[in-house]
């Protein structure tokens, strides 16, 4: 009899446990829960191109939308490409200006027409050399106007006497240019001598014609520059 009593509140102890685990379990597995986006067995990645010209605009094939990184904009590689400001790291006081970076903020900062600024940007980094010299030309690349570049800098990536620093440098710069100057000279520069020369230049026409093979490039930019891309 007194057996009988003492199992009966154990029975319903083991119970109340239980659902107190069953509950937990529940719980957690809540928290956790995520959903697979099912593969396309064509690409690991499980990103197909829909034949869209904005690659960005992929879809998956259970219909749901697939977070892509857009492009860079033109702004945005002209950024990546001939910057030449090195920003310090956090909480370290900013290095001191050496004497030929001085020069090159005084000249830009000057209220000077952007021809003067590039000449004498062009003259000081001949008193230069290894990596100051190529960021000097980096820097006249984005003060020079068109036609000073078009006629001055870009004919010095191709003369074969150009430091390939300075050279690639100066290929950089041709991204900032009219697209009537900037493509032609883009798959000009793809068979240039260089490999990274190369390179550049083919990211950049990759960006504008993701949906292009690469010996397509010449009849894509012909449509972009007659309008009917």
Wanted: aromatic residues 8%.
């Amino acid at each position: 009899m007194n057996y009988q009593k003492s199992i009966g509140p154990r029975i319903l102890e083991l119970c109340i446990a239980g659902i107190i685990f069953t509950a937990l379990v529940f719980i957690g597995l809540h928290a956790f829960h995520f959903k697979v986006v099912p593969q396309d067995k064509d690409d690991p990645k499980g990103i197909k191109r829909d034949g869209s010209k904005n690659p960005s605009e992929s879809v998956s094939r259970a219909g749901e939308p697939i977070i892509t990184t857009p492009l860079p904009s033109q702004d945005e590689l002209i950024r990546q490409l001939i910057s030449a400001n090195r920003k310090p790291q956090k909480n370290q006081p900013p290095r001191p200006l050496a004497p030929w970076e001085k020069q090159v903020r005084e000249i830009t900062h000057q209220t000077l027409p952007a021809e003067e600024r590039t000449r004498r940007l062009l003259a000081l980094a001949k008193t230069l050399g290894g990596e100051e010299q190529s960021r000097v030309y980096a820097t006249a690349t984005s003060v020079a106007p068109p036609a000073m570049f078009q006629q001055q800098l870009y004919p010095m990536i191709w003369n074969p006497n150009t430091p390939a620093p300075v050279a690639r440098v100066l290929a950089t710069g041709v991204v900032t240019q009219p697209d009537s100057f900037k493509f032609p000279a883009l798959l000009s520069l793809l068979k240039h001598s260089d490999e990274d020369t190369r390179a550049m230049a083919e990211s950049v026409l990759w960006a504008y014609f993701p949906d292009e093979p690469t010996n397509n490039y010449p009849q894509a930019v012909q449509r972009f520059l007659a309008g009917s891309y």
